[in-house]
């Protein structure tokens, strides 16, 4: 496995992490959306949260390995965007990683203060503060006012990446996809 990135492409580490990202964040909105299908106090519902609660602890976890390695050089895009496009794109992904912090975060926080029990197995979640009922009800309105957010983050962040590929004929995409392709 390639850690650090080279000036063409991103490391094999690196496009492996993004696109399990992309998988947990999915399955996090999935399981999320899902879970109204069933009725409260069910087994499905229950299940559909708890999965729910571990995709996205797994990316509370990756999100600071993917951090790590974007320490190093970025491959430059060929041709190279506009400064304007650059900029967009760096504000994109920092606001995409602070979603990734900040989500999970407040999931936790969420459950912690409902004095919900988080566990899968043996492993059962630390409660962050002890159950609040004012501090629940104000964690779920922020959960649920970034994961809308979220949607036009992510939707927002694949657009371009396709414009990029189709329409600028450019290779921000063919940096992160796990296999290579020719120039279009
Ligand atoms: C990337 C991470 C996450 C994403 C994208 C995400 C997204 C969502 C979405 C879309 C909803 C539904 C909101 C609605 O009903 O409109 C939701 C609800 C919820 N999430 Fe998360 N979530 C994440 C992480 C977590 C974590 C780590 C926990 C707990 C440890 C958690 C706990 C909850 C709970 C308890 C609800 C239900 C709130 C309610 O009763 O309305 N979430 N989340
Ligand atoms: C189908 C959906 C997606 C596609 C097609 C896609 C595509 C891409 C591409 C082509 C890049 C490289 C852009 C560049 O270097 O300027 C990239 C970077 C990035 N993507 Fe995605 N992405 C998708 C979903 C997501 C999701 C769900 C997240 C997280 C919530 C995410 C977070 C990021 C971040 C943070 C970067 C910056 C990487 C770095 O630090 O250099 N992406 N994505």
Redesign the pocket.
């Known amino acids: 496995m390639r850690w650090k990135n080279d000036p063409h492409r991103?490391s094999s580490a690196?496009i492996a992490l993004?696109w399990a990202?992309?998988v947990l964040?999915?399955g996090a909105y999935a399981s999320a959306e899902l879970r109204e299908a069933f009725a409260h106090g069910s087994a499905q519902r229950a299940w559909l949260m708890s999965a729910h609660a571990f995709a996205g602890l797994a990316v509370f976890v990756l999100v600071f390995a993917?951090l790590a390695l974007?320490a190093g050089p970025?491959?430059a895009?060929v041709p190279a965007p506009s400064r304007l496009q650059s900029i967009l794109?760096a504000a994109m992904?920092v606001l995409?990683?602070a979603?990734?912090v900040a989500m999970p975060l407040i999931g936790w926080l969420l459950v912690s203060a409902e004095g919900t029990d988080v566990g899968f197995g043996a492993f059962r979640l630390l409660p962050l503060v002890a159950p609040d009922h004012a501090l629940a009800d104000f964690a779920e309105d922020l959960h649920e006012g970034i994961a809308n957010v979220?949607y036009a983050?992510?939707g927002g962040?694949?657009g371009a990446?396709?414009v990029?590929h189709y329409l600028r004929h450019d290779d921000?995409?063919r940096?992160?996809l796990p296999w290579r392709t020719k120039q279009r």
């Open positions: 991103y690196s993004h990202m992309v964040v999915v993917r974007r970025r491959p895009i794109a992904h995409l990683y979603f990734m979220g983050l992510v962040h694949a990446a396709l990029h921000t995409l940096r992160m």
